[in-house]
């Protein structure tokens, strides 16, 4: 059954640092999305990406952060200077149609850990 | 804005009782509603979703009916068993956004 995929599983990072979280996303889905948890709140909506385009991003969703899809199958998340309160698990989805009309997809979703 | 609230857990209970997961939502017009599930080392699933007002999503024996008036999609199951130990999330999507917005999740353990 096909999958999403998430690497790392979990990246340990000194504050200040780039990370770069990777996602494989289901090969006939469009739509592709990151979420983030922090420990015990809400999963929260970062951003989501179509046609190569952000569709839609949150207030989290800061100059510090930046998405990708560089090769077709690949679809990244780029912290640039990560922060304490950047740790958090976080999941990458993806749909064959617009979210909410049919299915999301997630990953296992990489922990971030900042110290 | 438009929120999901559930109810805290952790929830524990044994097998074959009854479960209900509180779920209550806040927003302008008439979103769809949601529940993912989330079994541990996995990641979120589609577990059911209503589309309208007095719509009943069911799946694996968990049913939950949206009702307008009290802005209310409860997860309810009959019967439980150790299996359906998990994390549950409540969520709605506007068909004008391209997000589907998450409540924090309750997490259920069922006792054998």
């Known amino acids: 059954e096909p999958e999403v995929t998430q690497t790392p599983s979990h990246q340990v990072t000194q504050m200040g640092q780039e990370v770069i979280l990777r996602c494989v996303p289901i090969?006939?889905?469009?739509?592709f999305y990151w979420y983030r948890q922090i420990l015990g709140q809400k999963v929260e909506f970062l951003v989501s990406f179509y046609n190569n385009e952000i569709s839609e991003k949150s207030e989290i969703f800061d100059d510090q952060f930046s998405v990708e899809r560089p090769d077709g199958s690949n679809f990244t998340l780029k912290i640039r200077s990560t922060k304490l309160e950047d740790s958090a698990m976080y999941f990458c989805?993806?749909?064959?149609?617009?979210?909410?009309?049919?299915?999301?997809?997630f990953g296992e979703g990489s922990r971030l850990t900042v110290l | 804005g438009d929120s999901v609230t559930q109810m805290e857990g952790p929830v524990t209970l044994s097998e074959e009782a009854f479960l209900t997961i509180n779920c209550t939502y806040t927003a302008t017009g008439y979103p769809s509603l949601f529940w993912y599930v989330q079994y541990p080392g996995e990641g979120l699933q589609l577990l059911l979703k209503a589309t309208k007002a007095d719509d009943k999503g069911s799946n694996k024996g968990f049913e939950a009916t949206y009702r307008k008036e009290t802005t209310s999609f409860h997860l309810e199951k009959g019967s439980v068993q150790v299996s359906d130990s998990a994390v549950y999330f409540c969520?709605?999507?506007?068909?004008?956004?391209?997000?589907?917005?998450f409540g924090s999740g309750t997490r259920l353990s069922i006792r054998p």
């Open positions: 989805a993806s749909s064959e149609t617009p979210a909410g009309t049919g299915e999301l997809f």
């Open positions: 090969s006939n889905h469009l739509y």
């Open positions: 969520a709605l999507w506007y068909s004008s956004a391209s997000k589907i917005i």
